[in-house]
C-alpha cells in the first residue's frame, strides 16, 4: 500500500455527512485506519486480499477485499455490518499507537452509527487539505474567527500564547479545548503539538461562509 503518496498527495472537500456516499475506511493489518473517498482509488492503493482487516461505508456496511480473475482486486459484497465492541477497540488502539495522527480526541460513542460517523469525520477532518463547505470556527478570548483547515487551525493557534480561554468548533459542530498539555501523549510528538479535546455541549449546527 502506498499510504504515504496517498495521505499527502490527494485533495478532497471534507464537506458535510453524506456528501459523499461511495467512500470508505479501511481497517488494515497493522490496525492503522485509511480514509478513501472512492472505491477506485482504495483498490488501486490496496494491495492483496489480506491487507484489510475490516472495510466499512457509512451506513457500517462490512466488505471484505476478493481477488477477480485471480489476478485483480475487488470489493466483495457486504457481509453484514462491522462489530461495535471490536471496532470501538480499534479505533481506540489506534488513537494511542499513532497519537500525531489522531489529534482530534474526541468522546467515545455508545452507539454504532455514531462511531461510524464520528470516524469518518474524524479522518475526512483530518486528512483535508481544502475548504470544506463549512468553516472551523476558532475562538480566542471570546473573538470568533474563520478558518478552512485543521493545518489552518495549529497555525492560527501557534500564535497564541495561552490556550486557556480558546475554544475550537470543527466543520460537523462539536466543540473543543485545544491544550498542548497531554504528556502522556506528547512524547511522540514534541512539545508544540496541539490537541484538541472534546468538550460537553450541545454540538452547534456546522456554520456556512456569506456568499456577500
Not at 499510504?3 to 493489518?29: E, K, M, Q
Amino acid at each position: 500500500m502506498n499510504r504515504n503518496a496517498f495521505t499527502h498527495t490527494t485533495t478532497f472537500d471534507a464537506g458535510l455527512p453524506g456528501s459523499r456516499p461511495n467512500d470508505f475506511v479501511v481497517v488494515d493489518d497493522t490496525g492503522d485506519f485509511i480514509y478513501y473517498p472512492s472505491e477506485a482509488i482504495m483498490l488501486e492503493d490496496l494491495e492483496y486480499v489480506g491487507e484489510a482487516a475490516s472495510i466499512f461505508d457509512r451506513a457500517g456496511n462490512d466488505f471484505r477485499l476478493a481477488l477477480e480473475g485471480g489476478r485483480n482486486l475487488r470489493l466483495g459484497a457486504p457481509f453484514g455490518t462491522v462489530e461495535f465492541t471490536w471496532l470501538r477497540q480499534a479505533w481506540k488502539s489506534a488513537r494511542h499507537r499513532e497519537p500525531k495522527d489522531h489529534r482530534l480526541l474526541r468522546f467515545y460513542p455508545a452507539t454504532l452509527d455514531s462511531l461510524v460517523a464520528g470516524i469518518f469525520e474524524t479522518l475526512t477532518l483530518e486528512l483535508a487539505k481544502e475548504a470544506s463547505k463549512s468553516p472551523w470556527v476558532v475562538e480566542v478570548e471570546g473573538e470568533a474567527s474563520h478558518v478552512q483547515t485543521l493545518k489552518d487551525v495549529d497555525l492560527f493557534l501557534g500564535k497564541v500564547d495561552h490556550l486557556e480561554r480558546t475554544m475550537v468548533v470543527d466543520p460537523f459542530g462539536h466543540n473543543y479545548r485545544p491544550t498542548r498539555h497531554a504528556p502522556h501523549l506528547l512524547q511522540a510528538i514534541g512539545a508544540h503539538a496541539i490537541f484538541y479535546v472534546e468538550i460537553e455541549g450541545q454540538p452547534r449546527k456546522p456554520e456556512t461562509p456569506s456568499s456577500t
